[in-house]
């Protein structure tokens, strides 16, 4: 069965105190990996997607990187802005639907 | 251009009442999902649409629920005889389609039932 963990949690930060959100899964064959930011009362907002072991991307202080087990979200001198749950999703190859299979989330606090 | 956009934003209902939540989806978008988010879970499938082919309801949570795409674009989740478990926030995403799987998610309901 597709799984997702993430941990921690929750993460309190000192603005400019860099660190990683880790993201664990387990799927038969994946087709994507994705990382979501969620604020307070709104819908997931989209921010990365990576297909394959090996490959990062980045956005202003976030950078995604991909393993065959793991995804890291290392946040880079991060300000009070970034609070939000980050959200890890991943999509099994196998599944015709492309549904998306989530993490429980890691809550970040940034503070000034 | 315009993302996913959901009505109402809020509500709240009786136990044992009908309830109806709309989607629209991005323009162009063939691909229209529904999720579930409780209090202490995780984003849960509900049902997804693709084009005109019959839609996935493999994770709808009992046949209370139903849902409906019109036109290939708006879609609306019906859920008859709420019940409190139902109290949620629904989400709807869509996806430009089978070429790229990113999905772009509304703001969502939040559904009380009392």
């Known amino acids: 069965e597709d799984q997702v963990t993430q941990s921690p949690e929750a993460l309190r930060l000192q603005e400019g105190e860099s660190s990683s959100l880790n993201c664990s899964y387990t799927v038969s064959g994946l087709r994507g990996l994705f990382w979501y930011r969620q604020d307070p009362g709104k819908g997931p907002e989209f921010l990365f997607t990576l297909y394959s072991a090996g490959e990062e991307k980045e956005k202003e202080r976030l950078k995604a990187t991909l393993t065959k087990k793991e995804s890291f979200l290392h946040i880079t001198a991060p300000k009070p802005e970034d609070s939000a749950t980050y959200l890890c999703a991943v999509q099994d190859r196998s599944s015709n639907t492309g549904k998306l299979i989530f993490g429980q989330g890691t809550t970040l606090q940034v503070k000034p | 251009g315009a993302g996913v956009s959901q009505s109402p934003s809020n509500k709240v209902t009786e136990k044992g009442k009908d309830v109806e939540l709309r989607c629209d989806p991005i323009?162009?978008?063939?691909?229209l999902y529904w999720y579930r988010q409780s209090l202490g879970q995780g984003l849960e499938f509900l049902i997804y649409?693709?084009?005109?082919?019959?839609?996935?309801k493999s994770g709808l949570p009992s046949d209370r629920f139903s849902a409906e795409r019109t036109g290939g674009s708006v879609s609306t989740l019906t859920i008859q005889r709420t019940q409190q478990e139902d109290s949620a926030v629904y989400l709807c995403a869509s996806s430009p389609g089978t070429a790229n799987y990113e999905q772009y998610f509304g703001p969502g309901t939040r559904l009380t039932v009392t």
């Open positions: 323009s162009g978008h063939t691909a």
């Open positions: 649409f693709q084009g005109n082919s019959a839609p996935d």
